[in-house]
């Protein structure tokens, strides 16, 4: 089973940058789909991003242009780069993975974007 764990969180003001990381416990060569969700307050889980093994991206309309998914194969991990960063964009950040058919979830990491 696929374990997930999201860090770099945190309180940043209005128009800043967060860099999202997401280690997973297996080879993410062996992960075919990989992406990031955010829930925030009072409002259901939304994609923000998803990242397949051939490398195709697809980001939420609120997210292009501003965040950027991606991989870091040496340590393992799936990143999400976040710019311009607006206080709408506070929310608890998730990293999932599907490997074998079998989905997985982090433990989600806070954002919270406020001057």
């Known amino acids: 089973q696929v374990q997930l764990v999201e860090s770099g969180g945190g309180l940043v003001q209005p128009g800043g940058s967060l860099r999202l990381s997401c280690a997973a416990s297996?080879?993410?060569?062996?992960?075919?789909?990989m992406g990031w969700y955010r829930q925030a307050p009072g409002k259901e889980r939304e994609l923000v991003a998803t990242?397949?093994?051939?490398?195709?991206?697809n980001y939420a309309d609120f997210a292009k242009g501003r965040f950027t998914i991606s991989r870091d194969y040496a340590k393992n991990t799936v990143d999400l780069q976040m710019n311009s960063l607006k206080p709408e964009d506070t929310a608890v950040y998730y990293c999932?993975?599907?490997?074998?058919?079998?989905?997985?979830w982090g433990q989600g990491t806070q954002v919270t974007v406020s001057s």
């Open positions: 297996v080879n993410i060569y062996s992960l075919t789909y």
């Open positions: 999932n993975a599907v490997r074998y058919l079998v989905t997985a």
């Open positions: 990242l397949t093994t051939g490398g195709a991206t």
